[in-house]
C-alpha cells in the first residue's frame, strides 16, 4: 500500500495523559498536513510541513500541541495533558509541488477517558 | 481560505438514480476546489477537483461543476450504487494557502 500511514489507528487514553501519534507521508510527498475531526464537522486544518520545515500553525494547535517531521519524511503529533476537548479523529495528508489534492490517511481516533 | 459550506446536510437517493451535491464558497479568490468522500471509519478519499480556469471537468461516473459566477460548484453522480453512500465535501485551499477549509459534509444515502 503507498498510500498515507497513519499509527496507531485507535488510542484511547486518561485525561492528562501525553500521546503521540504518527504519519507516514506518500513517499514522493514533501508537503505534510495534520487535521482534527470532530463527529459531524469537517475536518480542521492543525499545521502544515514542507520537508523538514514546519510553515504554517492553525490557532487551534494550543501550545500542549507539537508537531515534528525531522527528517521531511514521517512527521509526529504529539499532545501533552490530553484534555476532554481533544477526543476526535487526528487526520494526516500529503501532497506533492504545486497545487495539487490532499491524499489523507484513514486518521487516529483519539478517546480521552 | 474562507468559509465553504454546503446545501443540504443529508441526500437520499434511489440506487440508478443520479444524484447532485452542492457547494458554495465565499472567497472569490478562490482557484482550485477539491470533492471529497469519506465512509464511516475512514479518511476522506479523493474524488474529483476543479481549477477555476474551468466550468465542468468529468470522472468516472462523476461530474463537478464551478459557477464562479454566483460562487457555486456541484458534484454529480451518475448511476449512484450502494457503495457512494457516504459524507461528500468540498474543500477549498483559498488563494495563497496550502491548509484546506472544509464545509460539514452531505450525507449521501443510496436506497436499494
Known amino acids: 500500500d503507498t498510500g498515507v500511514s497513519q499509527d496507531p489507528r485507535h488510542k484511547i487514553t486518561k485525561r492528562g495523559q501525553n500521546v503521540t501519534f504518527r504519519c507516514d507521508p506518500i513517499?514522493?510527498?514533501?508537503?505534510l498536513y495534520w487535521y482534527r475531526q470532530t463527529l459531524g464537522q469537517g475536518p480542521e486544518f492543525l499545521t502544515y510541513?514542507?520537508?523538514?520545515?514546519?510553515?504554517?500553525k492553525s490557532r487551534l494547535l494550543s501550545d500542549r500541541f507539537s508537531a515534528e517531521r525531522p527528517k521531511g519524511s514521517f512527521s509526529t503529533l504529539e499532545i501533552q495533558r490530553t484534555e476532554q476537548g481533544d477526543s476526535a479523529m487526528y487526520l494526516c495528508?500529503?501532497?506533492?509541488?504545486?497545487?495539487?489534492?490532499?491524499?489523507f490517511g484513514d486518521g487516529t481516533r483519539l478517546s480521552i477517558l | 481560505g474562507e468559509s465553504v459550506g454546503l446545501h443540504l446536510p443529508t441526500l437520499s437517493v434511489q440506487e440508478g438514480d443520479n444524484s447532485i451535491i452542492n457547494c458554495a464558497y465565499s472567497n472569490s479568490a478562490s482557484d482550485y476546489f477539491i470533492w471529497y468522500k469519506q465512509e464511516s471509519g475512514k479518511g476522506p478519499q479523493f474524488i474529483i477537483d476543479i481549477r477555476s480556469n474551468m466550468d465542468k471537468r468529468q470522472g468516472q461516473r462523476v461530474t463537478v461543476l464551478l459557477n464562479k459566477t454566483v460562487k457555486h460548484l456541484s458534484l454529480q453522480i451518475a448511476a449512484t450504487q450502494p457503495g457512494d453512500s457516504a459524507v461528500y465535501f468540498c474543500a477549498d485551499p483559498g488563494a495563497g494557502s496550502y491548509q484546506l477549509t472544509f464545509g460539514k459534509g452531505t450525507k449521501l444515502s443510496v436506497i436499494p
Open positions: 513517499s514522493e510527498h514533501n508537503r
Open positions: 510541513f514542507q520537508n523538514e520545515a514546519q510553515l504554517e
Open positions: 495528508a500529503s501532497t506533492g509541488s504545486g497545487n495539487q489534492p490532499q491524499h
